[in-house]
Nanobody, 126 residues
Framework: QVQLVESGGGLVQAGGSLRLSCAASGRTFGRDLTAWFRQAPGKEREFVSAITWSVGSTYYADSVKGRFTISRDNAENTMYLQMNSLKPEDTAVYYC???????????????????WGQGTQVTVSS
């Protein structure tokens, strides 16, 4: 059974930093496309960032470019999201997702992903 487990969320003041982790069990990311999404109360789930494990290509939503950095650790089978210069509007539940079946330019759609974590809360106070 595949499980994705996020960690690293919490409460931080505006301008602060957090580092999220997504660890997989029952599956090796290997050649996957993995991503971070977030969902704020009353809003739809939105794309944050994605990375291809085979090549290491990265993608970011415009709202987080220059502030967030996605990375992977093949040995640990873990994906990370370093979040700097956090803003109150970054407050949301952050989810990691993975899939081994994807085409071009589909990284931003939640429907692309087969596996999802339970989410970790990030709260940024002003």
């Amino acid at each position: 059974q595949v499980q994705l487990v996020e960690s690293g969320g919490g409460l931080v003041q505006a301008g602060g930093s957090l580092r999220l982790s997504c660890a997989a069990s029952g599956r090796t990311f290997g050649r996957d496309l993995t991503a971070w999404f977030r969902q704020a109360p009353g809003k739809e789930r939105e794309f944050v960032s994605a990375i291809t494990w085979s090549v290491g290509s990265t993608y970011y939503a415009d709202s987080v470019k220059g502030r967030f950095t996605i990375s992977r650790d093949n040995a640990e089978n873990t994906m990370y999201l370093q979040m700097n210069s956090l803003k109150p509007e970054d407050t949301a539940v952050y989810y990691c997702a993975a899939t081994d079946r994807y085409g071009r330019n589909v990284y931003a759609s939640p429907r692309t992903y087969l596996y999802w974590g339970q989410g970790t809360q990030v709260t940024v106070s002003s």
